[in-house]
């Protein structure tokens, strides 16, 4: 036992750089937009699904989603509130307290973004793996029926950009998101 | 006994009995029928079937409030849970709960093909197939696809959004944890709709205490919870209620002041029960005669009514203080009888009116008047002990002549007056009236603010624009709906109008089910054309046997009926726009607006009505609720207008013609035009824009003013007219005092009436003393009515 806790103290004093670092590092950021590719990996379909489209960030709760291929599509979530609109159709209005499976799926890059940790922590235990410019964290929902939609969510990044975003469902399909920074603002 | 009492009581106790018996058997009612025309346009009447079958009157929104969001919660749903048992009450409970919202997701996903409007050959032919797969994979791609992928293997064409996109086409209330909340969490929400109509108020009184005693008797209820409730019958019962109560306070205690103020002017409990009598027996009379009239009296009208004994109980106190006092009952009975004449004459017009309301207090006023006056002219005289004497006031006449001499003196200052009303009344032309429906609504500001807040927190439209038509059978009512609705969809498509909602959305017509299944493709089939279909797309044909398997289901299984709806809230949806009528159908499309701007939330009704007159549905009629009401409520008011100044004409006609002279009817005129302008200005001036109802009060004035002005006139050349200034003062007195304790009740339809003719008959009191009352004692020729 007290050696268990002695090497783990010996690695954090040796690494030095912990969650709450990098989530110093992440709620540092500046407004910022990005390009991003995704690929669904869906288990009733041989080829996966890609769209592509920009992501804006304005700290500390905006995140704006907007895909242009292959069909214009836009997620704005502002606070509570979750809007979809999608071309030709109704707009969908979400609000985020009533709905934790979406509010969960938010906040994982939402939260992350702003380096909020609590409201990280809220959702998902979390672990991170890597360093200040190559890391990793890995989300695990905490709640039963949040676990049963999504197994596991993926971040990887360098400092306070994010690069990939996977998704791990529970059904077997997965989700993979390149995000490649375009300026900052 | 002398014979003459003997008889007078004779007469006395058979009109008692006679009235005593009409009046048992008269059928009173309180439902809106009060307000309809009593010839209705074909949309007046469907306007009537809105408010009595249709959904709008049948709901009732409750919002539970204090204690914490997880109690309110649980409140909901103990309350759902017991007022749903209840299937005689209840047609349906809504609180948004996850087990109703799962029912119906079943629903539309296990009916999907019967369901959808898609559905048709061509939509599953191979071309048909690919384009809704090639649609589907967008939508998987896109940010609601997550949703999404998990029917897809089943519902590869998007059946199911489809169908649930037109059923929860309006916007649904916010929810917290897990039920219905509004928008600021601070209200658990529920929707019930009751089976009983909103009209039938016994049945909507009988309900909302029943809702109130299962949410009282809910176990553990934290003591500060509450309920709120809403609707059209809920209102209804409270304003009812209200009215009730407060014309049994306010009667109460305007029937005291009044006691109190005669039992000290005669100083004789006998004098003044006799002096009840007129009023009570032209009160019953009254009743009697209008139920023998119309078939029924509204309790409208018995609220309008009771401001008869306003004037009833004058022709008492004239006739005590006045015959008792010492005038010649020669001259005295000929003025009452006038006066009478002029009150009928004034109400005769309302005889004549569409409102049925109007008509019936017409019929009420002038038979019961003529009653009182009778029982005042033959009854009283005979009943009275003999050697009755009323008290010597000839102390008090003394002190009204010297007030009435000064009055005089302040005639110019009186007429200053009068022609600053009239610029008042001109500066406010274009805007005396209120042409608001709102303005005759007896429901509190508290209770609209309710109201408001219950309907916005749980997305209640006033449902303004509804195209309705009737049918025979539910099927024949479901296909025509299905006809009107493809005439409908194209006018959604071209921008006319927003969307509407059809009850076969979620039940359609065994015809279009049977249709629907006929279109679905047999197995070979089936699968050879999805193979087709699926050439050049990245799905995996072998994931895709639900899909087969689920379409040869529906084409070899049943059609939906209205019990496969069950538990759903689209059960509610149904009902309430397919309304089970005694010997058909009611079938009810509400259409909403796509204008934004200037002309947000309007349809133009025209449009849509040719629209479905090209496709040979001429009889699904399109209304516009709003401006068909308010136009109707508009009409009464012209209407009455017109026949309130025709009867100003006939009792000037009347007046000259029993006067015979143009000055002396001037005379006696210009008190009651002086008061009634005032009035009007005082309440112009205070902000009130005139109603109905005010131009009943203002009625009244003319009729209980002409009384005061006819006495002053035939007053001229009496020696000692104190006695008649008396009995003027006291029966001015008793008007103003009764009428005035109306003016303060809350309800503006009792208000209305109060402040009018309260201040009104004042007036009329003190314009006749100035304009009418030959000033200082003279020796003028005595005019009288020969």
Redesign the interface.
Known sequence: MGLTIAVALAVAMASDWQLADLMHTLSQNQPQQATFV?K?Y??????P???SGELTFIPPNRLE?R?LK??P?S?IVDGDVLI?E?SNR?H??V?L??RPDISA?VESIRATLAGDQPALEKVYSIELSGTADKWRLSLVPRRQEMVRIVSRIQIAGSQGDLATIEFDFA?G?R?EMVVAKARSR | MPSGRLRALAILLIVFFACGFVILRTRFVSDLSAFMPRSPTERQRLLLEQFRDGVIARLVMIGIEGGDAAERARLSRELAARLRSDRQLFVGVQNGDAATAQRDRDYFFQNRYLLAPDISPEHFTAEGLHAALLESLDALSGDAGLLFKGIFPRDPTGETLKVLERFEGHSQPRTVEGVWASPDGELALLLVQTRAAGSDIEAQSRIVSHIRQVFVRIEDRKPDTRLLMSGTGVLSVASRSAIEGEIARLAMASLVLVSCLLLAVYRSPVLFLLGMLPVVLGALVGIAAVSLGFGRVHSLTLGFGTTLIGEAVDYSIYFFIQCLGGASSERFWPTIALGVLTSIAGYSVLLFSGFPSLAQLGLYSISGLVAAALAARYLLPELMPRRTRVRDLRRTGAVLERLFNQAAGLRWAALAIVLAAGAVILAHSGRIWNRQLNALSPVTQEDQRTDARLRSGLGVSDMRYVAAFAANDEQSALQKAEQAGNVLQDLVDRGVIGDYTSPAFVLPSLARQRSRQAALPDPATARGRLHQALEGLPIRADRLGGFLSDLQATRNGGVLTRADLDGTSAEMLVDSLLVRREHDFLVLLPLRSAAAGSAAGQIDIDQVGSALDQARLADVRVVDILEETTNLFDNYLREALILVAIGCVVIGGLLLACLRSTVRTLRVVAPLACSVACVTSALLLCGVQLTILHLIGLLLVVAIGSNYALFFDIDRGIEDRSQVQVSLVVANLTAVSSFGLLGFSRIPLLSAIGTTVGLGTFLALVFSVMLTRPSGYGGLARPSLE
Request: no cysteine; aromatic share 4%; glycine share 0%.
């Open positions: 995704e669904r869906l288990s009733v379909l041989n080829q699904l890609e769209s989603k895909t292959p069909k599509e997620l979809v999608q109704r969908l209005r609000n307290r009533e799926f059904d399909d989700s």
